[in-house]
C-alpha cells in the first residue's frame, strides 16, 4: 500500500500532533490553526487516501474504505516518537476517534470537530450525489474564496486552502468508496480511555447523545456550523488550547 503525503510543520523537537482532515478537504486545510500553534507541536497533517496529494484508492481498496482510510492513520501514529494528540474534523474526527480506539497507548489526547456520524456499509445516493455537484460547481475557485470571505466571513487563507483542495479529491472515492462503515455512535465515546474534546456547533446532529464518560468533555460554540474553527476561530482556539492545558501542561 503506498504512503500518504504527510505535510509537516510547527517545530521536530516539540510532542507530536496529528490533523485528519475531513471530506474533500487535505493536509494544507488549516492554516489558521497551524498559525495559531506557532512552534508549540510538531504537526503532521496527511493528506488522506484519495485526497490532495496522497494516492488514489485501487478497485480493492475502494471496498473496504473505512478500513483503508483508518489503516492509514493508524499506521502514521505508529511511526511517530511518542504518543500524539490527534485533531480531527468531520470524518476526520471518525478516523481520529476509531484510531484512539485502535492504539489507545500511541494517542494522548483527541480533539474532534463536529465528527461524522457513520452510517453503515451502503453509500447514501443521496449525499454521494450533493458531494458530486458540490464539487462540481467549484470550476471558479477564485469566486469561491470571495464567497467564503464575504459571506461565511473565514479568514482569506482558510477559504483559499479549502477551495485548492477540492480538484485533488478522487472523485472514484466520492462515488464508490463514501461510506463510513459501523454504525456504532455513543459506544465508541463511552469506550474511549483518552481525554478527549468534542467541540460541536448548536445545530449538531451528528453529535452523540448524552454521555457519561469522564474523559469526554463537551463544548457547544455559539454562532458556528460545520466547520467550527473557520466559523468561530477565536472561540474554538479557546476551547482547545485550554483543553490541552490541562490535559498534557508540557505540551500547550
Known amino acids: 500500500m503506498l504512503p500518504l503525503t504527510v505535510h509537516r510543520y510547527g517545530s521536530p523537537v516539540a510532542p507530536p500532533l496529528v490533523l485528519v482532515h475531513g471530506l474533500t478537504d487535505a493536509g494544507t486545510a488549516w492554516p489558521d490553526l497551524v498559525r495559531h500553534w506557532g512552534d508549540r507541536w510538531d504537526v503532521h497533517a ?4 484519495g485526497h490532495g496529494r496522497s494516492p488514489r484508492f485501487t478497485a480493492e481498496e475502494l471496498v473496504a474504505a473505512p478500513d483503508v482510510l483508518l489503516g ?23 478516523l481520529a476517534l476509531r484510531a484512539a480506539l485502535a492504539c489507545p497507548d500511541r494517542v494522548a489526547a483527541l480533539v474532534l470537530e463536529d465528527p461524522a456520524r457513520p452510517s453503515g456499509d451502503v453509500p447514501d445516493p443521496v449525499f454521494v450525489a450533493g458531494q458530486e455537484q458540490f464539487l462540481d460547481s467549484l470550476g471558479d475557485l477564485p469566486a469561491a474564496v470571495r464567497r467564503m470571505v464575504d459571506e461565511v466571513r473565514w479568514s482569506r487563507a482558510e477559504a483559499e486552502a479549502w477551495a485548492a483542495c477540492k480538484p485533488l479529491v478522487d472523485r472514484a472515492y ?34 452523540p447523545g448524552a454521555l457519561v464518560n469522564d474523559l469526554v468533555r463537551r463544548v457547544v460554540v455559539p454562532g458556528a456550523g460545520h466547520c467550527v474553527r473557520r466559523d468561530q476561530s477565536d472561540l474554538y482556539h479557546e476551547a482547545v488550547d485550554a483543553f490541552l492545558a490541562e490535559v498534557a501542561p508540557t505540551r500547550a
Open 72 to 94: 492509514d492513520v493508524v499506521r502514521l501514529v505508529g511511526t511517530l516518537p511518542a504518543p500524539a494528540v490527534l485533531v480531527g474534523h468531520s470524518l476526520g474526527g471518525l
Open 174 to 207: 466520492v462515488r464508490h468508496g463514501l461510506w463510513l462503515g459501523d454504525p456504532a455512535w455513543e459506544e465508541l465515546f463511552e469506550a474511549l480511555r483518552v481525554p478527549t474534546l468534542l467541540v460541536v456547533p448548536p445545530d449538531a446532529p451528528m453529535a
Open 46 to 49: 496527511p493528506d488522506l487516501r
